[in-house]
């Protein structure tokens, strides 16, 4: 067991598959769910998933070790500063954004020196969203990156990572920078990259897609509102990664950008293909 | 029963798929396997995937009603052409290249009038390749589309379309030009925009991917030397919707490239989405 209660912001579908996995490896004792929609909480504290639900921060948070915040990007910074008023001194607070930079300087010039957070960022999830589609295996042998900063009690990357890792995922720190800047290449220029190639898929053209399109665009069916806010927080990462992709694609043709350059196109296959084999299926 | 006796040139996943799915629905009597490897096709033919087997093309073709060339689209025609002196008169040739036009258009100005030609393209396949992949259900739903010419008999399409329904899978008859603009944006720019993003990945951030860029990038397993003799004969398609995908990406940032134009990527995500899940997972 790592935290006798904890209390989760935003029961989606990363917070309810925290609320699952931390229930199924009993990782905690209690678990508090904090969300707008009674509705959701409600039928998540019917079916074990959470053992009480809180519209509002302060009753939902006041007892808990650990808090863990699950909102969408920009909201993360609001929550956590309310967490640490209502919270005990000594909680510990984490979240799961998939930008870091903006949040964790963010906070660290908005909390006071020593408080009990860190910022965290597990790689898992889905296009899908909603408590609805959480499994308490998503994080199973998943990374999660975890990213310290001198601002913050020393203690939190550490006590954060063994939740995780009783979670049953891998753990990995960085520093917010090179965290943005990283996923800025394996996440978010992906997702803009599919979203673009399914927003230009005229309707008559539907019937003549395949795996291939579905694989490669099946990321766009993700919320737009959410993504929009990552692209936002990690909006010089992006432009820098997508910079180096437009730059790749430009080399494909050559003249008046009517050739293909054969040369050019099957060194860059030969090397698409090393890369993603390694990677598995 | 469609055929009495299927020939198939080139024994990969395709042809290997098109013979045991023609077994298993009883489409031909005889399957006659045809390819360089004599170990792959022994090994076939012991599988029961074909009859007989035979490394040149003049006795493996002689005896057959329809013949299927399966090989990589840049050997096409030269195939399609010898298949013409060695094979009955009357035999159904067709194949299964994903371009089109520089096949079909060819084919028209190389072969005498009346032959009984039609290109075809099952949009069904998978990044992996050879038999050993083969699968007798691939084309089961999946669409095949056929490219008429008035050049060639004018009998070859209908019964090309009925031996693939025999298959399982649907049949729309497209313009050999129609077809390479679709497939440019449903499958040849998807494939290099994905191998775009698996080339760009550095070594060090490989544990940084997460099932979305795997999604994205799966097809830059393809074969490299496959996918370049397609480019290179769908050069007009791929550079008129790279040309449309560079755009679109290039508005999403504004100023020096540096800001996020949020609105356009909120509004591109939105019909992204929509889109992708008009599709289905």
Known sequence: MIFRTLAIVGVGLIGGSIA??????????????????GFHLEKARQQGMIDEWHSELEPGVHNADAVVVCTPVDEVIGQVRAIHCFARPNALITDVGSTKAVIVNGLARLLPAGVCFVGGHPLAGSEKSGPQFADANLFENRLVVVTPHGHFSPDAPRSVAAFWQALGARVKEMTPE?????????????????????????????????????????????????????????????????????????????????????????????????????LGS
Chains 1, 2 share one sequence.
């Open 20 to 37: 699952l996995a931390t229930r199924a490896r009993g990782a905690a004792q209690r678990i508090i769910g904090i969300g707008p929609s």
């Open 178 to 278: 090179d965290h943005d800047k990283a996923v800025a290449i394996t996440s978010h220029l992906p997702h803009l990259v599919a979203a673009a190639l399914a927003a230009m898929l005229p309707l008559e053209l539907r019937e003549l897609t395949a795996t291939g399109f579905r694989d490669t665009t099946r990321v766009a069916g993700g919320d737009p509102d959410l993504w929009t806010a990552i692209f936002q927080q990690n909006e010089a990462g992006l432009a820098a990664s997508l910079e180096h992709f437009q730059k790749t694609l430009g080399c494909c043709f050559t003249g008046w950008g009517m050739r293909l350059d054969t040369d050019f196109v099957q060194a860059l296959l030969k090397d698409a293909k090393r890369n993603r084999d390694a």
